[in-house]
């Protein structure tokens, strides 16, 4: 893929394209701690689609021998599946040099080394030669691809009879602020989210937020396509790993959204932003977090 300047945001851009700096002028070390952040705070969204491919896996007697994570960004999905599935060996597919380090950093440090193996991946280029696969998990991944479909059926041509695939793709807006932050213009929140969504729809491929991941995966040859939409409900006092998240979110949109915003909207974001200020996201006692993913979870048919 072409580099862009990605809305740095509960987006994330996970491939290298043979450049040494992260979207947005950041190493990739710093975004791979980014993203290990958000796993963290975005833990019941795994939690859930873990438990959910548990128990097809069970239901349809399928023996998990190997697992494929596509798009691996710091490994965190990977490490969590090969705990979830502990005869399988996973293949953690990631492109960018940093982040395949920590990928088999995080794995040694869990003692999942010898069953996790970071693999250099140019999704753009399709899967590579990979194994049967039993289950297949992609993350915030496959929207930023030219043909998403394509490697859709590869996957499923990758994948043995009964095989399972998770996507876990984009859901409700993220939502923190309260309507009236006590300065500024009533309804920050809800502009701000307006003006990242229109950046990311505008740095991806035409119509890869619109697209209907249940109808792609049917198409592709998958049966049995379940979707919900997992969520994330954090309310004030925010415990300190999600605000530090979310001060971080909004601090990696500042650049990225100065065009987008008026400048009564920069000034409140300014204020947000400046740890000095009682106001700021650093101490606000109002501040919460409600964070959804939309998760599909489909079966090759046997």
Known sequence: MAEKQEPLSEHEHRHDHGHGTAPG?????????????QAEVLAPVLAEAVSLLRSLAASGA???????????????????????????????????????????ERADRMGLGQRVTAVPTDLEKGLGVLPPIDIAWASMVLHHLADAAGLLRQLHSTLRPGGLVALVEFGPPTRTLPHVLGFGEPGFGRRHADALRAAIEAHLPPG??????????????????????????????????????????????????QERLTAADRATLAILLDPGDPR??????????HAGRSLYIARKPR
């Open 62 to 104: 399928l023996p998990v021998r190997q697992v494929v994570d596509i798009g691996s960004g710091p490994g965190t999905a990977a490490t969590v599946l090969a705990e979830a599935f502990p005869d399988a060996s996973v293949l953690a597919l990631e492109q960018a040099p940093a982040l395949l380090a920590t990928i088999r």
């Open 208 to 257: 890869a937020m619109r697209i209907d991941w249940a109808a792609t995966l049917s198409s592709a040859g998958f049966e049995d396509v379940l979707q919900r939409t997992s969520v994330v409900d954090l309310g004030s006092p925010l415990p300190e790993r999600a605000r530090q998240w979310v001060c971080q979110e909004f601090a990696r949109t500042a650049v990225t959204l």
């Open 25 to 37: 002028g950041q190493n990739w070390g710093e975004l791979g701690s980014h993203l290990e952040l």
């Open 280 to 289: 700021a996201l650093l101490h606000r006692p109002d501040l919460e977090l």
